[in-house]
């Protein structure tokens, strides 16, 4: 009996989680137009991290406070220059969930090489981790039952 119980929890958590997905993907948010300022001084950005969604057309307004500097974006080949007191405009669509690193292109002294930030690429889906993590619980318990008719 108490099988048969796990077995139906574990089906309808998994239906859940199916209907939770489903329905995060048809009611995702359209991808939007984000902009950021961010200050570039001898060996760092200002800010050194910005969050967006796939697909967001992400555009930088970066400014140099010291030195020149330059800008380059991993995985999509952009690489700005910004003089001193000046500022450069760097637009680009998120098209990668995960992690993009951008760096200093222009050598700017002994700390350099560790002048970089960080674009964060959230997949543009709420509730997926939610979602998937229901939908691993109900083959969790759809296991247990299983084990439960074994034993």
């Not at 139906?8 to 993907?25: E, H, P, Q, S, T």
């Not at 995985?75 to 405009?89: H, N």
């Not at 050598?107 to 709420?126: D, K, T, Y």
């Amino acid at each position: 009996m108490q099988r048969n119980r796990f077995f139906f929890i574990g089906i309808a958590i998994i239906v859940l989680g199916a209907a939770a997905a489903g329905f995060a993907w048809v009611h995702r948010p359209a991808p939007t137009e984000r902009e950021f300022e961010i200050t570039a001084r001898q060996f760092a950005f200002d800010p050194p991290r910005i969050t967006v969604n796939l697909g967001d057309t992400v555009i930088l307004r970066v400014r140099s406070e010291d030195i020149t500097h330059g800008v380059y974006i991993d995985g999509y080949g952009i690489d700005v220059k910004v003089p001193p007191q000046e500022e450069a405009e760097i637009t680009f669509v998120a098209n990668r969930p995960g992690k993009i690193r951008y760096r200093c292109s222009a050598i700017c002294g002994p700390l350099h090489p560790f002048m970089v930030g960080e674009i964060i690429v959230r997949p543009n889906i709420p509730l997926a981790g939610s979602a998937f993590l229901a939908m691993v619980v109900g083959v969790v318990a759809l296991g247990y039952a299983w084990w439960r008719k074994e034993a």
